[in-house]
């Protein structure tokens, strides 16, 4: 056939005639489905098909009339030219010849897939899909297209979408002359995930450009809820490296609000498909199972490194899938290079934003862009109020979608009450390099227009607007080629919101990971709580425990499983770098803050030096406890294949509970030495030095914690505002018992390391560690590159003066 190519005859090479889209899946289609990435089977209406429509209704001379003069930052004017162009293809009649062939080429599908199948029929410009410039969303899409009748009216449709105002202006920004795009269809069989689910994957996190990482979101219903953020998905992600060897990877899930499904219509009615409501018990339940999870990691793995061996060069890649309702099974619907953070060139310098003031919080919702922004709120419920947005304006509305991008390019941030972070909000605002914040649920109610407010979506996975225009300021390091220097330069890390970001700064590891910053911002419920529950009286407690726990029958799975995705994200982020995670250090009095922790706590006149550390890994008050954070390893290292990751023990006072504390692990499951397990403490009571050859025996490296050790030597308590002005790290006494514990570890031939404040406060600390000939020095990230600056120095002073 002249006009009709199916997927079995298309080849990546076939864009000029095909289209990004259709080029994508024939490409899948033949190369990946033997390897076991799923495809539903179609066909292409090449993009001769659309120039020979132009030919036959005389309308090309026409249509290039109707966009000469374009004034593209007219909304007027846009609006006005791109409806006379698509009418003008509307008004087309598509020449028999074409028909034909398209009847054809349906009835073969229908031999496949059973009488009147139901397609999808989809836009595939001929610049798609492409390195630099993905056209996403720029066309339009048809679905649950049934029957011959259906197939004309949606053909012309999607013909016509190529002058959609946004295309139109797309083009325009991109450099692309209107008349050098084609528009080839996709027609393919339509996956019934409106009975199960569907969503977006990518094998890159999106936010950040870690390259590691499988990132997918997913909703109930057909995709297009997903892509247009109209819902607030379930997020996933699986760790590449790991994965590859065979492990179940996934690090973290993150459960959407997925407020609505997208379903076929039934009967006569104009729309094919049309939104249901979600009930509150699946909004409940993630979309996808574990397996299922793993599926699709298996086919991003798969899809990313055929794209890369084609294109001689890493090719991080955006992809659709759907699992249909009927089958089980999961489906791949289309692959394209990820045109964002894969062009970015990581390593020439970093970039931080920082807010030097705070205010009052006004709305919160996912992060997308990791940058800051100020400016007077525009609050637009209606496509049709566009036309009132000025640029620098931040502009809040329930969603966005394709048609919203001529205004969305001109505004400093931008709001969305639904969405996740694969929506049209979040990649348009990711391509155009501003903040978004989305899924900010009532942020169209809560904000008003002319409203001063500052979007700041530095912090993590949590986007805020602020109140006010607030100061901030960006931090540039250039890296090039920065020498790394003998002393290995770690991080202090407690956040996996910021461990992906983190892990582009020049680094050895994680020389402290703070499993108690996990607990208390992730999982926020005492662990006690959830070994006895029946021991928590108080019915609102119980209620925020159960709230907490919905989905997890056993109560204690929901500990383990939030802090070994905690842990797990941050493993991943350095991976295969040392991370060394501390057992939870919370005192007394901040257990007891933590739900349910009342119970279980005892009051203390001095928490800071009371029941802490590793008396509490060995007395019966805790050990259940701290038995669900040893699962939570044991899942890292074992399930995930994180071993990198090793375990600190806090606060240990005497040799007898370094016995101890190395006998629970070993009950626990987790043996020294095992699978390359190594096992450290903290080195923050004089004891530790005091006792160093005997505390040797038992660990594999010190990481001296200068604040405790401060505070125990000078006899100071660091919480203390009258004694502030005592408590020093560069007291003499302090610096003398360092250098001790150095001198042992040498001596043991065990680690030593410090993960305390004090090199990261005072860079002469950090020159005497290096004098002393400390092993690593773990550092608060934001001081990390100034730092090893100046171990550089004192290294290279050290060398000549030998």
């Known amino acids: 056939m002249k006009y009709i190519k199916f997927f079995n005859e298309i080849r990546l090479t076939d864009l000029p005639s095909v289209g990004g889209k259709n080029a994508s899946l024939g490409e899948a289609y033949q190369e990946l489905v033997p390897a076991g990435v799923k495809v539903p089977n179609g066909f292409a209406i090449t993009a001769d098909a659309y120039w020979h429509i132009l030919e036959a209704a005389g309308i090309l001379a026409k249509l290039k009339e109707t966009l000469t003069g374009l004034d593209r930052d007219n909304m007027d ?42 397609v999808a029929v989809r836009s595939s410009a001929t610049a798609e899909d492409l390195p630099t410039a993905s056209f996403a969303g720029q066309q339009d899409t048809y679905l649950n297209i049934r029957g011959l009748q259906q197939l004309r009216e949606a053909c012309l449709k999607c013909f016509a979408s190529l002058f959609t105002d946004r295309a139109i202006s797309y083009r325009v920004d991109k450099g692309f002359t209107h008349f050098d795009v084609g528009l080839s269809i996709c027609v393919m069989k339509m996956v019934r995930s409106d009975k199960a689910s569907s969503g977006v994957m990518f094998s890159i996190d999106t936010e950040t ?74 909004a409940r339940k993630f979309c996808l199972t574990n397996e299922e999870i ?155 227009s002319g409203q001063e407010v500052t979007v700041s979506c530095a912090q993590g996975d949590t986007g805020m607007v602020l109140e006010g225009i607030l100061k901030f300021h960006v931090d540039r390091t250039k890296l090039d080629n920065l020498e790394r220097p003998k002393t290995k330069i770690m991080m202090n890390l407690g956040d996996p919101d910021q461990a992906f970001g983190h892990s582009f700064i020049p680094n050895d590891g994680v020389g402290l990971a703070r499993m108690e910053f996990i607990v208390n911002g992730f999982i926020k419920i005492h662990p006690m709580a959830l070994v006895h529950p029946e021991k928590v009286t108080d019915q609102k407690v119980i209620a925020q ?91 890292v290292r074992n399930e995930m294949g994180l071993t990198n990751v090793r375990i600190m023990i806090p606060f240990c006072r005497t040799v007898k509970e370094a016995e101890g ?110 004098r002393m000939g400390i092993e690593s020095m773990s550092l608060n990230p934001d001081t990390v590159i100034k730092t090893t600056l100046k171990i550089l120095e004192v290294e290279k002073s050290m060398r000549e003066k030998k």
Not at 79 to 84: D, P, Q
Not at 238 to 251: D, L, N, P, R, S
Not at 675 to 702: R, W
Not at 756 to 762: E, K, N, V
């Open 77 to 118: 004017d846009l609006a006005r030219r791109g409806k006379k162009a698509r009418d003008l293809i509307l008004g087309a009649v598509i020449p028999e010849d074409l028909w034909s062939e398209i009847v054809l080429a349906y009835e073969k599908l229908a031999k496949e897939y059973g009488e009147n199948p139901d």
């Open 209 to 282: 450009g870690f390259r590691d990482v499988v990132f997918i979101t997913g909703a109930y219903g057909l995709g297009e809820n997903v892509v247009q953020g109209n819902v607030d998905p379930d997020e996933f992600y699986v760790f590449k490296e790991t994965f590859k060897q065979g492990k179940k990877a996934i690090i973290r899930k993150n459960l959407g609000q997925k407020q609505f499904r997208m379903v076929y219509s039934e009967g006569v009615t104009k729309d094919t498909v049309h939104n249901e409501r979600v009930s509150g018990e699946d």
């Open 294 to 448: 793993l599926v699709l990691a298996d086919y991003a793995v798969k899809v990313e490194d055929h794209y890369s061996k084609h294109a001689g060069e890493h090719r991080p890649m955006d992809m659709e899938w759907a699992k249909d309702g009927v089958s089980g099974e999961i489906f791949l619907v289309q692959a394209r290079p990820e045109t964002v953070e894969s062009q970015k060139k990581k390593g020439d310098y970093l970039e931080a934003f920082t807010l030097d003031e705070k205010s009052k919080v006004l709305v919160r919702g996912k992060s997308v862009g990791q940058r800051i922004a100020a400016g007077k709120v525009h609050v637009i419920r209606d496509l049709a109020q566009i036309r009132d947005f000025k640029p620098g304006e931040v502009l809040v509305a329930e969603t966005t979608t394709p048609d919203w991008e001529p205004v969305m390019k001109t505004a400093a941030a931008i709001i969305t009450n639904r969405g996740g972070r694969t929506c049209h909000a979040a990649i348009v605002s990711r391509e155009l390099g501003i903040p978004a914040v989305v899924g900010a649920e009532g942020a169209t109610d809560h904000l008003e």
């Open 545 to 635: 425990i159960d709230s907490l726990t919905l989905g997890y029958p056993d109560k204690k799975e929901y500990f383990v499983e939030k802090l070994a995705f905690g842990i797990g994200t941050i493993g991943a982020a350095f991976y295969p770098k040392p991370v060394t995670v501390r057992m939870s250090d919370f005192k007394s009095n901040e257990y007891a803050s933590l739900i349910g922790g009342t119970y279980f706590e005892p009051h203390e006149e001095n928490p800071m030096l009371g029941f802490r550390g590793a008396s509490r890994y060995v007395s019966p008050r805790y050990r259940e406890g701290f038995a669900l954070e040893c699962q939570a390893i044991k899942r």
């Open 661 to 770: 504390v190395i006998e629970v692990l070993r009950e626990n499951g987790l043996v020294r030495g095992e699978n390359g397990l190594e096992v450290y403490v903290m080195c923050e009571i004089p004891n530790n030095i005091i006792q160093i050859d005997a505390f040797a025996k038992h660990f594999d490296g010190f990481s001296i914690g200068s604040n405790d050790l401060t505070q125990l030597t000078l006899g100071v308590d660091r919480d203390s505002e009258i004694l502030a002005e005592s408590f020093d790290e560069r007291d003499p006494g302090v610096l003398e018992l360092i250098r001790l514990a150095v001198e042992g570890t040498k001596r043991n031939k065990v680690h030593s390391g410090i993960c305390g404040q004090a090199p990261s406060d005072y860079p002469e600390v950090a020159e005497a560690l290096v």
